[in-house]
Nanobody
């Protein structure tokens, strides 16, 4: 079992920044890959970024590449998503998720993730 708790969401103006955090408990943190997803009202949940167990490999959706940075601190059981140059279209609930399987590449499909946090709301005003 893995428990994930996100924080750091809020209201920010376009062009601003936010840093989301995901604190994990349960299974050994360094034993699973982590992903961030988001879901806007009326839309499907979409992949944002993922990071491997070691922290050395990352993957990003094209829509956030160059603006968002995913990281993790295995000693603190924490993952982060630094979001810069935010746009109104980034408005969504952001979720942290754990992928317990060992894969050759980082998963971008939400159904491949086993555990989810409750989400944190990010609202970007224009």
């Amino acid at each position: 079992q893995v428990q994930l708790v996100e924080s750091g969401g809020g209201l920010v103006q376009a062009g601003g920044s936010l840093r989301l955090s995901c604190v994990a408990s349960g299974r050994t943190f360094s034993s699973y890959n982590l992903g961030w997803f988001r879901q806007a009202p009326g839309k499907e949940r979409e992949f944002v970024a993922a990071i491997a167990r070691s922290g050395r490999i990352t993957s990003y959706a094209d829509s956030v590449k160059g603006r968002f940075t995913i990281s993790r601190d295995n000693a603190k059981n924490t993952a982060s998503l630094q979001m810069n140059s935010l746009k109104p279209e980034d408005t969504a609930i952001y979720y942290c998720a754990a992928d317990m399987d060992i894969r050759a590449i980082l998963a971008r499909v939400s159904s491949l993730y086993d555990y989810w946090g409750q989400g944190t709301q990010v609202t970007v005003s224009s």
